[in-house]
């Protein structure tokens, strides 16, 4: 029995200190924050990028394959998809999530800033 509640109590704990990308985030209030991002990143069905990639459809796009933007060979090489928990791991520190990519961000440390602007982007298809 003590180790029903050992197993539930750690559990417990682990749910609790889960990441808030995979909690959902608010897309409105994300749209809000991505207006920071807006001045390096396009986020519309052109596909054009300007300073940094365009993000339509960034959400499951794999890492450093939009055609037409140059790419440092940092993240042409990542070798990971833009899901939910990478793209907050890269928002909240780009230089540690891909050390010599070429964004020049510090990163968002709020958490709930970080998972409603994860929400808006995964509204762009």
Not at 52 to 61: D, E, F, H, M, T
């Amino acid at each position: 029995m003590n180790r029903t509640i050992i197993a539930v109590a750690l559990a417990s704990a682990t749910f609790a200190l889960a990441p808030a990308a995979h909690a959902a985030g608010d897309a409105v209030k994300g749209k809000a924050v991505f207006a920071q991002c807006a001045a390096c990143h396009k986020a519309d069905a052109s596909g054009k990028s300007t300073i940094g990639p365009n993000l339509w459809k960034v959400v499951g796009r794999p890492a450093g394959t939009l055609a037409g933007f140059n790419y440092s060979a940092a993240m042409k090489g990542a070798k990971r998809s833009w899901t939910p928990a990478n793209l907050d791991a890269y928002l909240t520190a780009p230089a540690k999530a891909v050390p010599g990519n070429k964004m020049a961000f510090a990163g968002v440390k709020d958490a709930t800033a970080r998972a409603n602007v994860i929400a808006y982007l995964g509204t762009l298809k």
